[in-house]
């Protein structure tokens, strides 16, 4: 069965600085990775996609990610966060077979 | 626009009463998902269905029902069996290549 960690619960990170969210998955197939975004008291919106290629993968509004077969990490970095970049994050893992599997999200407070 | 359209985005309901919550989508996507949403608690699947006239249970689906009678919609209803009723309800469809999924902006449920 597949399953997502997000490590840390919250991320409090000062404005200009980089952040890092981590995320870690267990699956024993081959597997597709996401990034999603909420702001308040709106949906999820897609920040990136890794289904295959490159490990790399870069996103809206600065982000990117890398996927690490071996370490079964999928982390989200920002080289420098904004005050708009306050909001939830959230890992996502699905091998297409089988139902997407959300981790339980973290929430990055941008300090002024 | 493609997307999914969630409404009401606030409802208040008395105890004892039923809700239905709609969410239409113009992405021609088969499947389709209802999730709640408290705080700390991540997504948590109530009902999914993957072509018209058929839906399964999710994890969370005691209290709830659904139909899809329709491609294009997939209502909730929020029974008086549900005995925790007040939380944020998100709506999404998937790509069937990828497993992305693509969310509404949710409807915010308050139970007096």
């Known amino acids: 069965a597949q399953s997502v960690t997000q490590l840390d619960s919250q991320v409090p990170v000062f404005e200009e600085a980089p952040v890092e969210l981590r995320c870690n998955y267990s699956?024993?197939?081959?597997?597709?990775l996401f990034w999603y975004v909420q702001y308040p008291n709106q949906g999820l919106q897609l920040l990136l996609k890794y289904l295959s290629g490159s490990t790399l993968v870069k996103g809206i509004n600065g982000f990117e990610a890398e996927f690490n077969k071996s370490q079964t990490s999928f982390h989200l970095r920002k080289p420098s966060v904004h005050i708009s970049d306050t909001a939830e994050y959230f890992c996502?893992?699905?091998?297409?077979?089988?139902?997407?599997?959300f981790g339980k999200g973290t929430r990055l407070h941008i300090l002024p | 626009d493609g997307g999914i359209t969630q409404s009401p985005k606030y409802l208040f309901r008395k105890e004892g009463q039923n809700v239905t919550l709609s969410c239409e989508q113009n992405?021609?996507?088969?499947?389709m998902y209802w999730y709640r949403q408290d705080p700390g608690q991540g997504l948590r699947l109530i009902y999914y269905s993957q072509i018209v006239n058929d839906f399964q249970k999710g994890d969370i689906a005691e209290g709830y029902s659904v139909s899809r009678e329709k491609k294009e919609s997939f209502p909730l209803t929020v029974t008086s069996a549900q005995k925790n009723p007040t939380a944020f309800y998100l709506c999404?469809?998937?790509?069937?290549?990828?497993?992305?999924?693509?969310f509404g902006e949710g409807s915010r449920l308050t139970v007096l």
């Open positions: 992405l021609n996507h088969d499947a």
């Open positions: 999404a469809s998937s790509n069937p290549n990828t497993g992305e999924l693509f």
């Open positions: 996502a893992v699905t091998n297409r077979d089988d139902k997407i599997i």
């Open positions: 699956s024993s197939v081959s597997v597709y």
